[in-house]
């Protein structure tokens, strides 16, 4: 499956796309020309959509869905707009399954705070992986210690990967829901999700999948998944930042009930009763991020331009490259050896500290992730408390690998550890 990945030929100019696009990839650091790894917390916003951002700014701020003037009117279109593109763009059956959040961790608490609260009952089970994301632990805490459902977790196999056969041997009729990461943003591993809903299907359990480090790198196909909830972030797929998407099948957002009340989730408000709008406004209370969710949109146009496929063979392509010469590395470990990756290489030097890799390396122009990631359970599964982490994007190239592959020798002749 590899060979036949990497003998497919990008179409597309990947370097053309980055000097044009991204004149912060041309800016220095500490006086050397900036490397930036460190697209797993936040990707690079091209011009178009920064852009497109400025225009809303400078000439057509106004508030959405409230008011009868031409302004109120154009930036509801706009705004409104985005609905349509994530739709298509994630092949989800309807723009009302659609709704808007402000990122990953927002979504993830919608669900566990609407449909939690709805279907969660005392030693009801909720299924989560030990490579979960805080954001994807911590809601379903509060809401377990709520309802008095368990949590359960799928243990991590040494590789990196979800052990499939343990997961099999957890699910059961209580199972309510089953809630794991797409791509796991402290290992790379990319998680088998359609096998992982099917599963969960064949005992009633509804699934959400944690989006936010596979949107951005390959194409996301939420009706093949079939899974009950997606969700993912603006800005790791070259939008800004608070904002995101909770995509939710039909039916379950019909009976949801609303999460956060205030203006523009209602039907009717009266101090007797007040009725609710339907989904999926009946989520979105309040002013929105109006300009974040335009430019979510012009991300989705600038992406769908270059085409996710592409943009999986190029990441493909860099990431093989990055890894092959890291494994060359005297005295580096790598944290995780997944069977697919996705974006993010993480590793461990035997006796250097990943605060030290970190700061060494930005001295050298180079822009990684150190720490626990936010995923301190799967960094305590395997005795570490803290990786370097190098994240890809399609903009990233192999002279960027090089450039951390130096300095990662630079760290090891800093520290004599040869
Ligand atoms: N991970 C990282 O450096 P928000 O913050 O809501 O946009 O995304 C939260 C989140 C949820 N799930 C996964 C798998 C994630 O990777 C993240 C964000 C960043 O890895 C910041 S901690």
């Known amino acids: 499956m590899k060979e036949a990945v990497q003998s497919i030929a990008t179409t597309v100019d990947f370097n053309r796309i980055r000097s044009r696009d991204f004149p912060i990839l041309e800016r220095e650091v500490n006086g050397k020309p900036l490397v930036y790894l460190d697209n797993a917390a936040s990707s690079q916003m091209p011009r178009q959509v920064a852009d497109r951002l400025d225009r809303y700014h400078r000439m057509e701020h106004a508030n959405v869905h409230r008011g009868i003037h031409t302004l109120s009117q154009e930036a509801t279109d706009a705004y409104e707009a985005t609905r349509e593109k994530v739709k298509t763009f994630i092949n989800a059956g309807s723009t009302d399954e659609i709704i808007y959040t402000t990122g990953t961790t927002d979504s993830i608490n919608l669900v566990a705070n609407s449909f939690g609260r709805l279907k969660f009952g005392k030693d009801d089970e909720i299924i989560l992986s030990q490579m979960e994301h805080h954001a994807n632990i911590v809601p379903w805490q509060m809401i377990a210690e709520q309802t008095g459902a368990v949590i359960k977790v799928i243990p991590v196999t040494d590789r990196g990967d979800i052990d499939m056969q343990a ?7 209580k199972t309510k829901l089953v809630a794991v990461v797409h791509v796991s943003n402290a290992l790379g591993t990319v998680n088998p999700v359609r096998e992982i809903t099917e599963m969960a299907r064949q005992h009633g359990a509804a699934v959400l999948i944690d989006g936010a480090q596979a949107v951005p790198h390959q194409t996301v196909d939420v009706q093949e998944i079939d899974c009950d909830f997606y969700a993912f972030s603006a800005h790791k797929m070259c939008g800004p930042t608070g904002f995101g998407i909770l995509y939710g099948k039909k039916e379950h957002l019909d009976a ?14 009266t101090f007797e009763k007040t009725t609710y709008n339907i989904a999926p406004f009946k989520f979105e209370a309040g002013t929105p991020p109006i300009a974040a969710g335009i430019g979510l949109g012009a991300a989705i146009d600038y992406l769908q331009e270059i085409g996710m496929d592409q943009i999986a063979l190029r990441e493909q392509q860099v990431v093989d490259y990055a890894l092959s010469k890291i494994r060359d590395i ?27 890799v970190g700061t060494i390396l930005d001295k050298q122009g180079v822009a990684v992730r150190t720490g626990h990631h936010c995923a301190q359970p799967i960094l305590e599964r395997f005795g570490e408390s803290a990786t370097t982490r190098a994240s890809f994007s399609f903009y990233n190239n192999e002279e960027d690998a090089d450039r951390l592959v130096e300095g990662l020798n630079y760290v090891k002749e800093f520290f004599q550890t040869d």
């Open 330 to 356: 005297n005295g580096i470990r790598l944290f995780g050896e997944p069977e697919k990756r996705a974006s993010a290489i993480a590793f461990v030097f035997d006796q250097i500290h990943a605060h030290d």
């Open 167 to 173: 997961y099999k041997e957890l699910l059961s009729d």
């Open 256 to 269: 949801m009930p609303p999460y956060r009340g205030g203006g523009d989730m209602i039907d009717k408000v």
